[in-house]
């Protein structure tokens, strides 16, 4: 509850006396919240040990600290030679450039993602999917992306792996890369299939040789690949086993950073900017759904 929420409940319902004792009560209510902010790890973690926003922080320092793992295309990828490129390592280059400070990256796995940003990061990208459990530990920036789960196949067996039941079978090898919510969705859909963890860098040239059948992960990535690998045919896109929204990991309790991340977004998703980076990584290929 705000404060003016309180003045104004307060002054309709009980008059000016009872108010002045209640938002007496609601500003108790903000010093508890202050007081339970002014808590928990310094440096780049989670929050911070004062009040100070990390974008203050950010300023001063001149450097954006950003995460990624560098091995999910189109959003991120490491191309071997200690460079990271992508839709989303371009986008937070667009952010240091308009916070007007450099930009610093640590690369990590999806598996060490969340340590990784706790410890290290002011923001963390590259396809990440927003769901609860990160949510116990982290803001998200306002959605980038509606998503979901789907499979891709060789093409010319596409037509065997069409819904979880034919995943999930004794005789089907489902591929993953470790960590992430790839390796989760397998594990809990497909027990009764042959589960294989790969290098996610490799993963879908083990696809194509034949050392797994199929690959479920976000339709994103499966419409990317297809349209990348002539052997491979993504089974029912626009058609998603679940949903799900993609954003950037933000530090928790930090409302002025995420609050300028977000109006930051909106205006590259709004003027061109976003798409102006995705174009030559996807082409004419619609990453989001039509309504």
């Known amino acids: 509850m705000t404060t003016a929420h309180c003045i104004r409940h307060t002054m309709t319902a009980l008059g000016a006396v009872t108010a002045l004792i209640l938002m007496t009560g609601c500003a108790d209510q ?5 007081s ?7 440096a780049h973690g989670a929050q911070s040990s004062t009040n100070e926003s990390r974008l203050e922080t950010i300023k001063t320092s001149g450097v954006l600290n950003a995460c990624t793992t560098g091995d999910y295309p189109p959003f991120t990828e490491d191309t071997g030679d200690g460079e990271l490129t992508g839709i989303d390592v371009d986008m937070a280059a667009d952010l240091a450039e308009t916070l007007e400070v450099d930009i610093e990256w640590h690369q990590t796995s999806w598996g060490d993602l969340m340590d990784t ?20 530990q982290v803001f ?8 979901g789960k789907t499979s891709i196949a060789r093409c010319d067996e596409v037509q ?9 079978q004794p005789n089907v090898t489902s591929i993953f890369p470790e960590g992430g919510t790839n390796e989760a969705f397998a594990r809990e859909h497909f027990p009764n299939g042959d589960l294989k963890t790969h290098d996610n860098l490799t993963i879908f040239d083990e696809l194509v040789a034949g050392g797994a059948d199929v690959m479920t992960t976000d339709r994103a990535e499966v ?4 349209h990348e690998y002539d052997e491979l045919c993504a089974v029912n896109p626009d058609e998603t086993y679940d949903f799900s929204v993609m ?3 933000l530090p928790q309790g930090d409302v002025v950073f995420k609050e300028y991340v977000d109006q930051w977004l909106t205006i590259a998703l709004k003027d061109g900017t976003y798409d102006e980076i995705a174009e030559p990584w996807v082409g004419n290929v619609e990453l989001i759904p039509e309504d």
């Open 30 to 34: 903000f010093r508890a919240i202050d």
């Open 36 to 42: 339970a902010d002014s808590e928990g790890p310094s």
């Open 117 to 136: 940003f706790l410890s290290d990061c002011d923001i963390a990208v590259g396809g990440i999917s927003m769901n609860p459990p990160r949510a116990e």
């Open 140 to 147: 998200f920036s306002d959605p980038i992306l509606e998503d």
């Open 160 to 168: 065997n792996y069409q819904t979880i039941e034919d995943i999930n």
């Open 223 to 226: 419409l990317y690949i297809a």
């Open 247 to 249: 954003g950037y990991m």
